[in-house]
């Protein structure tokens, strides 16, 4: 097996690993794409390859603007026999934008960013989290600017590693996750999930097919200008927020999520599995005819 695009940044990849674990290595072959680039990005947006045709899905601050499909690596999402995409949203974009051929998007598996079994644990120290790398780029830093205002608010930086992200979740109370910029919108599923899993309340902006992410309904969606404005309501009300979102119910659909992951790739292997033996029966018949020839 051989992952073509993998990294620590990856929340998801443990999912993967755990997967093939409990059901023993595939075929030496296997090439497996770890996909983690924006999809649903707006016109005008940076890094958008020549061929990105554009979808349906229309903008979500509203007008006649549809999102870009964007490939941030179409080669490698073509040649793999398995695309794992991290989060729906960008598999919607993609089949309904209709360009695409009906055998790639059969190989196409959402996998969740879920590495760590659910905890709701207390011992919260951290009122506000971010956890952003880039404090440069402008539309954040405006973000980080105005939660700077919020005592208890930290960004933590240079945490990559799984061990000290679960500590770092399971010490906060509020993560607040806004875009980069004004033209990317997929949702940042690398950070949402894993510090929802954690007990985390997740303040984040909104984003464009939410109703289509398995677990929107427990997590907190507003404008990105409305964010400081949220957070101050979040904390004044955490309790009874926490109890609202948190729970059972969300570790039973945390549970499914990665269920179901497991049911799509035990499909999509034998599909592949189905299509090398026709291959391999096909090639056996022609070696057959010339034989006798």
């Not at 296997?30 to 979808?55: A, C, K, T, W």
């Not at 999102?67 to 999402?77: D, G, H, P, S, T």
């Not at 919260?124 to 830093?141: F, H, K, M, S």
């Not at 510090?195 to 909104?206: F, H, M, N, R």
Request: net charge positive.
């Amino acid at each position: 097996m051989h992952y073509l695009n993998a990294h620590k940044l990856m929340t998801n990849l443990p999912v993967v690993q755990a997967y093939f674990a409990r059901r023993g290595e595939p075929r030496a072959d296997l090439r497996i794409f770890m996909q983690d680039e924006h999809n649903l990005v707006l016109p005008g947006g940076r890094d958008i390859p020549r061929s990105s045709p554009r979808g349906v899905v229309p903008s979500m601050f509203g007008g006649d603007e549809k999102y870009l499909v964007r490939i941030a690596r179409e080669k490698q999402y073509r040649a793999a026999d398995i695309v794992l995409e991290y989060n729906v949203p960008n598999i919607v974009n993609i089949k309904s934008s209709g360009k695409f051929s009906r055998d790639l998007c059969d190989r196409i598996v959402y996998c969740p960013a879920i590495p760590f079994g659910y905890s709701n644990a207390g011992g919260r120290q951290i009122d506000v989290l971010t956890n952003i790398i880039n404090t440069g780029e402008p539309r954040r830093a405006a973000v980080i600017e105005k939660l700077e205002g919020f005592p208890g608010y930290r960004n933590a930086q240079g945490i990559y590693d799984l061990p000290g992200l679960q500590s770092l979740y399971r010490s906060a109370k509020i993560v607040v996750n806004p875009h980069q910029t004004w033209h990317h919108h997929s949702i940042e599923e690398f950070r949402v999930l894993p510090a929802l899993s954690q007990g985390c309340l997740v303040i984040s902006e909104d984003v464009p097919l939410r109703t289509h992410i398995p677990y929107h309904e427990h997590v907190i969606w507003c404008r990105y200008e409305d964010i400081p404005g949220v957070v101050a309501a979040t904390l004044a009300d955490y309790d009874a927020i926490v109890d609202r979102l948190h729970g059972p119910a969300l570790q039973a659909l945390l549970a499914s999520m990665v269920t179901e992951f497991e049911r799509s790739m035990d499909a999509v292997l034998a599909a592949g599995a189905a299509r090398s033996s026709r291959v391999s029966r096909f090639l056996s018949a022609i070696r057959r005819t010339l034989t006798r020839a």
